[in-house]
């Protein structure tokens, strides 16, 4: 598989708050990592690739932040989400 990121990554393991923008349905997750302009996460449920997003990690005092989806995988029991983000 071709990588895509232009960044190191950092592995944060923290809640993160996640609200889809268009049907406002908001849901925790936890995060897997972070880089300068990406983050993936861990999703009890799915969403869209493209979809727009706020996401907020918890306990690291940052405000809101803009989030494209542009990649969902299936594991056990959720889905990885990976996407850019934008402050």
Do not use: C, W
């Not at 923008?21 to 972070?34: H, N």
């Amino acid at each position: 598989m071709y990588e895509q990121r232009q960044h190191p990554r950092s592995s944060i393991h923290t809640a993160v708050e996640v609200i889809d923008i268009e049907s406002g349905v908001d849901f925790r997750a936890e995060t897997i990592d972070v880089s300068p302009h990406g983050l993936s996460f861990r999703a009890p449920m799915e969403p869209a690739v493209g979809a727009e997003m706020e996401v907020t990690l918890s306990n690291v005092g940052n405000p809101p932040a803009h989030f494209t989806v542009t990649r969902v995988e299936p594991v056990g029991n959720g889905f990885n989400v990976a996407g850019v983000l934008k402050p």
